[in-house]
């Protein structure tokens, strides 16, 4: 559907840019708006190599299972069905600590390992267990202590205080991790 709606706007937008005679402001809005794509590309660039750099240092170490230890009674709390797959114990923690570093592109593959492995042990496999739906919900709200991604864009823009939100996304994203977990529970016994 989006594959329709983008380029039909961008045609409008072009179509209304001739007629009106500002077809100048759309060439340069283009080339300004490619100019700062590639900026932003390379803000990110940096911020992602950063910290994966950091997570493969983690999976190489005893870090990574400290840190599964130590979200263990939060992973068994909301994956009850997972209680004994240490393997997926793992990669949950890995999705769950890159999310809370504000890694979002780090995260997704970690998270598509960690259904992988939910689904393995999913006797109906074209339906969700609770354990997967609870992961989605986790990733939707994907609580952030440092939101890396957010403080780069700011950055890239020239914000005088990049990393000023932080409190703004904690508060943000502990209410909708909150409300999506309760809701998630609620449904579940209910289902």
Known sequence: MLNIIWPAFI?????????????????????????????????????????????????????MNKLTRLLKPFINFLFPEIRNNQKAHQEISMNVVANLLGLGNAATPLGLKAMKTMQQENEKKDTLTNSMAMFIVINTAAMQLIPTNVIAIRSSLGSSSPSGIIMQVWIATIVAAAVGITATKILMKKF
């Open 11 to 63: 045609i409008i937008s072009i179509i209304y840019a001739i007629l009106m005679g500002n077809i100048e402001n759309v060439s340069n809005g283009i080339f300004d708006s490619a100019k700062s794509a590639v900026e932003l590309t390379i803000t990110f660039f940096g911020t992602i190599c950063l910290w994966n750099g950091v997570m493969e240092i983690a999976k190489k170490t005893t870090l």
